[in-house]
């Protein structure tokens, strides 16, 4: 996997890691540790992008999906006013693999199976086959299991290490903090069973009602979101038969 469909942005000034502090969902804080994947919602707790902030002798790089890179930069812009910063583009790359470690790589902080990300110009591990790494982990991707109508906490953010309780206010903190404490999720994105195939986006149904839509597939497995209470081992994706049980939440 090379960078090809990712951006990189720059953010450097006195106040970067301040001023980042007070938009994204995670604690800042974590880049003296290496990557911080991150999100920066709207007011109403829906996702505008995820990415991930990376620590660097020139400020804190931001890597987002390129489809995302325009508009994150706008909000991030708008949202600036005095602050003693620059927001810019950058012609780096990224490069991603799960073998031997660049020394100037970084560990994927999402999961472990996801290896590490490196912004130095090392060469990627193109042999591996990353569709089927990211469902079976439930790794949700910019602009197919993660899109504007996106809640954190339903996509996995929590488990994924891309927000923090703890760090204080942010843009959309106060309908995640209530999704978080104040309710049970009853809508999600998991793993499931599915034998044969349907396009991503393919409504779920269980006994005639919507119960869902099917994302990425690897093989027997896809990501899915689903409603929980409706959601059984039995269900329907056109032609294809999908199954899933909270025993197999991850």
């Not at 990376?54 to 508009?71: K, Q």
């Not at 339903?154 to 927000?163: D, P, Q, S, T």
């Amino acid at each position: 996997m090379t960078g090809t469909r990712r951006k990189l942005l720059r953010v450097r000034g006195d106040e970067a890691k301040d001023f980042l502090q007070g938009l994204v969902t995670n604690d800042v804080a974590g880049l003296d540790e290496g990557l911080v994947y991150t999100a920066l919602l709207t007011p109403q707790g829906k996702l505008i992008a995820d990415f991930f902030l990376v620590p660097s002798d020139d400020g804190i790089l931001i890597d987002v999906d390129e489809s995302l890179a325009e508009t994150l930069l706008q909000r991030l812009s708008i949202y600036k006013l005095r602050a003693k910063i620059e927001l810019e583009k950058t012609d780096l790359t990224v490069s991603c693999g799960i073998d031997a470690m660049p020394q100037t790589a970084f560990f994927d902080p999402r999961h472990p199976s996801l290896g590490w990300r490196d912004y130095s110009g090392a060469p990627a591990q193109n042999s591996v086959n990353w569709a089927e790494l990211h469902v079976a982990a439930c790794i949700p991707q910019s602009g197919i299991e993660l899109t504007p109508d996106t809640y954190i906490l339903e996509a996995g953010f929590e488990r994924l290490n891309g927000v923090d309780f703890r760090k204080g206010c942010y843009v959309g903190q106060e309908v995640t903090a209530r999704m978080k404490h104040k309710t049970e999720l009853r809508k999600g994105l998991v793993t499931v069973d599915i034998v044969g195939e349907a396009a991503p986006g393919t409504a779920i149904e269980a006994d005639g009602k919507p119960v869902g839509t099917l994302y990425s597939q690897a093989g027997t497995k896809a990501m899915a979101y689903l409603r929980f209470d409706r959601a059984s081992l039995y269900m329907q994706a056109d032609s294809a038969r999908v199954s899933w049980s909270k025993s197999d939440a991850t």
